[in-house]
């Protein structure tokens, strides 16, 4: 049952991916899958960003805070982790996606 719910979000978060990416093409009067390069790449970088811990911006993001604290908050340094969830996988398919119709359209 899990499976079957995480298949329909990533197919869901998919089609949105698509509406999108059409919504911004016939917005800017671009082609498509021109648009599809730039969306698939955001798409991609955005959720990656946020399906991640750790790294450089979250320990930044400690060091100014233990500095804003006068240094008496100990932080501890997270090591960069990354989980594949279904946003990550969706963005994931609509940028091999792209890479399929642009191979095709180009041939």
Known sequence: MRNLIQLLLTLLLLAGQFGATFWIASLINM???DVMFFTSIGFLALFIFFSSN???VSNYANVM?????FGNDVYKR???AFRINSFV?????????HWILFIVHYM
């Open 65 to 69: 805070a233990s500095k804003q604290s």
């Open 31 to 33: 082609t498509f899958l």
């Open 89 to 97: 996988l969706s963005a994931l398919l609509f940028f091999i996606i």
């Open 78 to 80: 997270e090591m960069f």
């Open 54 to 56: 750790g790294g450089f």
